[in-house]
């Protein structure tokens, strides 16, 4: 029995790594062979439908997916996930349909809230994005993401200073993340180098 559970729980590792580095098919194969010995494991179904969704089977994606969207343990993240994987596949319409489901749940969720404004401008729904963005801006006002999509909106609505203040803000936002992100790659960099040293 100990050594069949610690099977599982090496198959359910080489699934997770060989997802992690991108070998798919290899993810899973481990991942449905786990599913015969687990067949209840909602966590091996949601990375089942993760890599259905990374390969981009659209069919196969939505049936693991869906087995989760009644279980409150993973309806907000498979839901999100879901989205995500439409939404790539430029079917915005029902990737806005899973980012609302994932809104019920958790109102204020940035992630869903950003790809929820990001559906409604994909489908030229400009007036409708800007109810999801500018929630968030309120919530989250550091999120450079955020404002290039409400700057566009805006734009798009004909609200030229609203949309060249979102535009400002965007440009401030995202030129900070880059220092930011600049400085942290350096101190990397220094801390390897002291390491080496040593």
């Known amino acids: 029995e100990s050594l069949a559970n610690?099977?599982?729980d090496m198959l359910g590792r080489l699934g997770d790594a060989r997802l992690l580095t991108?070998?798919?098919?290899?993810?899973?194969?481990a991942y449905e062979k786990l599913l015969t010995m687990r067949a209840d494991s909602s966590r091996v179904r949601f990375q089942m439908a993760r890599v259905?969704?990374?390969?981009?089977?659209?069919?196969?994606?939505?049936?693991?997916?869906?087995?989760?969207m009644p279980e409150n343990a993973w309806r907000l993240q498979a839901g999100l996930e879901w989205g995500e994987m439409l939404g790539r596949m430029g079917?915005?319409?029902?990737?806005?349909?899973?980012?609302?489901?994932?809104?019920?749940?958790?109102?204020d969720?940035?992630?869903?809230?950003?790809?929820?404004?990001?559906?409604?401008y994909a489908q030229a729904r400009y007036a409708a994005a800007l109810v999801p963005l500018q929630r968030l801006?309120?919530?989250?006002?550091?999120?450079?993401?955020?404002?290039g999509f409400l700057s566009k909106s805006l734009g798009r609505l004909g609200r030229e200073t609203e949309?060249?203040?979102?535009?400002?803000?965007?440009k401030f936002l995202l030129h900070r993340e880059q220092i930011d992100s600049r400085i942290k790659a350096e101190q990397k960099a220094l801390g390897q180098m002291m390491k080496e040293d040593i």
């Open 6 to 8: 610690g099977d599982q």
């Open 22 to 29: 991108g070998q798919t098919t290899g993810a899973l194969a």
């Open 52 to 68: 259905y969704a990374a390969v981009g089977d659209k069919a196969a994606a939505a049936v693991h997916f869906g087995r989760l």
């Open 91 to 107: 079917d915005w319409g029902q990737a806005e349909d899973k980012f609302r489901q994932v809104l019920a749940l958790e109102p």
């Open 109 to 120: 969720h940035h992630r869903a809230l950003l790809l929820q404004g990001e559906a409604l």
């Open 137 to 147: 801006a309120g919530i989250r006002s550091d999120d450079w993401r955020v404002y």
């Open 163 to 170: 949309a060249q203040r979102a535009y400002d803000r965007y």
